[in-house]
């Protein structure tokens, strides 16, 4: 079954430093595609950075880049330079053909950054 | 640009009530969610529907039952609500069924259940 594993509650960073949030994944779909959201505390889900299972490179979106490395089932977020306003929820998520038009999600990390 | 609204941001019910949560979208979306959010466990998937009138269980259908009569509304009903349906709740809506397709949440609706 199709899973997605974030294994940090919580993390917690200086703001201007670059921060790795963990994600594995398991599927055996060959095509699916990744997904990362950030949820602040307000509530709504904010759409990051996707990754595509056949894609060569790894995506990036201005400061959110995804560490994607196929043969260990892992799609890390990187956030660089971190700031006071990425302090929020982030999930990982992913949508293969199994799942059929579902996102499957993790159960999230809390990103905290400090001054 | 793209809009996803839940027609309640907070809502107080009663046990046993009948509980309609709706949302609507007005991208001309095939697809449409309801996801349940609970602190430590993530996001679980409700029920889905990828047209009209269809609908598919998800991970946790107990308890609720859904309706979408019409393509941008898809509604959740919670048919006799219990204390451990208190949570927030959070639709979402996709265009088609690609894997590269991203979700699109609306705002969600804090359940608590009395």
């Known amino acids: 079954a199709q899973k997605i594993t974030q294994t940090q509650p919580g993390m917690f960073v200086q703001e201007k430093e670059a921060v790795t949030l963990d994600c594995t994944y398991d599927t055996s779909d060959p095509s699916y595609g990744l997904f990362w959201y950030k949820q602040p505390s307000s509530g709504e889900m904010i759409f990051l950075i996707y990754?595509?299972?056949?894609?060569?490179q790894n995506a990036t979106e201005g400061r959110y880049s995804l560490n994607f490395q196929k043969a260990r089932k892992s799609a890390n977020l990187v956030i660089s330079a971190s700031q006071l306003g990425d302090s929020a929820m982030y999930f990982c998520a992913m949508r293969d053909r199994q799942a059929g038009t579902a996102l499957i999600f993790g159960k999230g990390t809390t990103l905290s950054v400090s001054s | 640009d793209v809009k996803v609204t839940q027609s309640s941001r907070y809502l107080v019910k009663r046990t046993g009530e009948k509980v309609f949560l709706e949302c609507v979208q007005d991208m001309d979306h095939e697809n449409m969610f309801w996801y349940r959010q609970d602190p430590g466990l993530g996001l679980r998937l409700i029920y889905f529907s990828y047209d009209v009138k269809m609908k598919e269980k998800g991970d946790i259908p107990e308890g609720y039952s859904v309706s979408r009569e019409k393509k941008e509304r898809f509604s959740l009903i919670l048919e006799s609500a219990s204390t451990n349906q208190t949570s927030m709740y959070l639709c979402a809506s996709s265009l088609h069924r690609g894997v590269n397709t991203e979700a699109f949440f609306g705002q969600g609706t804090r359940l608590t259940v009395v």
């Open positions: 990754q595509g299972s056949y894609d060569q």
